[in-house]
């Protein structure tokens, strides 16, 4: 069998050109797209993550402001600045790099963001939306992996068994609600998990979200599954690489992402699609 990749180079660009052509046209009506992100501390991988979404949504036409706070920064003082945007109509939506430095209460400060400009989907009211199945702000990740199955034909994924392996807020619950949404019968797998092969062996689609290199191998994966690889490892030598043995795993399936070039810059796409959305909510809102 011939496996297929799935470029999520390819599929974001052409996402990042939907989003110019949006961008353009709230634009022509006088509406500057605009996201504030805000970085507190000095993480270096966090300082290459906010500098990415800056220059990717300056590509696109959209504002981006990036606003660097020393890593001392009182609590207080950051949800007061995430107040003034809250109520900065100029503002369409914000954006807290995490992780915070230790002593912010990371849940307390993305609870502080208004749920219409919560673009990276971590609030509670916009988990609650996508639970419920309500509109709202879905988290970058796993609505990318949505996206890149779309782009296979696999927008109704009624029949197929789902597996995702991992269960995290901001991954593995919401990707998991995303495929139950879209009709799929889902088995979520963690560390609790017995035997995550006896689960990954039935399903249609893997999605792979644990952190961890080589969590899914050939023997693990029925022959044609779709799998996407959402994880970010360094291997023996310092390269980056996902959770999924892709030499061996391209073998067996039928369609498989690459890392890198496959999940990652779908999610950055994905918070360019998520701002877009929330200044052209915010403009209908206005006009009503
Ligand atoms: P977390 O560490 O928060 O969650 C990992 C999850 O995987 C946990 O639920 C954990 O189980 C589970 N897990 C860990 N090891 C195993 C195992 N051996 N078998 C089964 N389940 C396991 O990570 P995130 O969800 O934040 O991220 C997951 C991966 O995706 C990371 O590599 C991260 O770097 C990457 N990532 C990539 C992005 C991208 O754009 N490409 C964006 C976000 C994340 P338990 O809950 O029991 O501990």
């Not at 949504?57 to 945007?85: D, H, V």
């Amino acid at each position: 069998m011939t496996v297929q990749l799935i470029d999520g180079n390819a599929l974001a660009a052409q996402i990042r050109a939907e989003v110019a052509g949006r961008t353009a046209a709230l634009k022509a009506r006088g509406i500057q797209p605009h996201l504030a992100i805000i970085l507190v501390g000095d993480n270096p991988a966090s300082q290459v993550y906010v500098k990415s979404k800056a220059a990717d949504s300056e590509q696109t036409g959209l504002k981006a402001t990036l606003e660097r706070y020393p890593a001392s920064l009182p609590e207080s003082a950051l949800l007061e600045r995430i107040a003034a945007l809250n109520a900065d109509a100029g503002v369409h939506g914000i954006l807290v790099q995490l992780p915070l430095p230790a002593h912010l209460n990371a849940s307390r400060v993305i609870e502080a963001i208004a749920p219409e400009k919560d673009v990276d989907g971590f609030h509670i009211a916009s988990a609650g939306a996508l639970m419920t199945g309500q509109p709202g702000f879905r988290p970058c990740t796993p609505y990318g992996c949505m996206k890149m199955l779309q782009s296979i034909g696999m927008n109704d994924l009624r029949g197929k068994n789902a597996v995702v392996i991992g269960r995290s807020n901001i991954v593995g619950k919401p990707m998991a609600l995303m495929l139950l949404a879209a009709n799929a019968t889902v088995t979520v797998c963690h560390s609790g998990t017995a035997s995550l092969a006896a689960f990954t062996r039935q399903a249609d689609v893997i999605v792979a979200a644990a952190g961890q290199r080589k969590v899914l191998t050939a023997g693990m994966v029925k022959p044609g599954a779709v799998v996407i690889d959402v994880g970010m490892n360094r291997d023996e030598n310092g390269k980056l690489c996902g959770d999924v043995d892709f030499e061996g795993v391209r073998q067996v399936a039928g369609w498989i992402t690459p890392v890198p070039g496959g999940v990652g810059p779908m999610t950055r796409a994905m918070l360019l699609v998520n701002t877009i959305e929330a200044a052209e909510r915010a403009s209908q809102s206005a006009s009503r």
